[in-house]
């Protein structure tokens, strides 16, 4: 059973549309790092359901893995950063850390 791409390409870009209001609109670190991993995540399904269309390459899956794992690094870094950032001004409201722009 054939599914139509443009459903995936429609869920991909509603996803790729919440993550980036979430990033535009949230001032909380956290949630900041939660709606580019939504937008990764909208890049991936866009991949792979491009890749649907030419089966025998697999360039869409590599692809979508290689973004996978700059996600998790990007995660882990930004955790860090995330962690030291509240340690040092104990907030992560973005709004509140104005230290760094000086």
Known sequence: M???TGIFLLVGAALFSIGLAIVLLKRH???VLMGIELMLNAVNL???AFSQNDPIRLQG???SLFVMIVAAAEAA???AIILQVYRH???V???ELNELKK
């Open 77 to 79: 870094i930004a955790l």
């Open 2 to 4: 054939e599914i139509n």
């Open 29 to 31: 670190a956290i949630m």
């Open 46 to 48: 866009n991949l792979i």
């Open 93 to 95: 409201q973005l709004d």
């Open 61 to 63: 899956q590599l692809f």
């Open 89 to 91: 001004f104990n907030t």
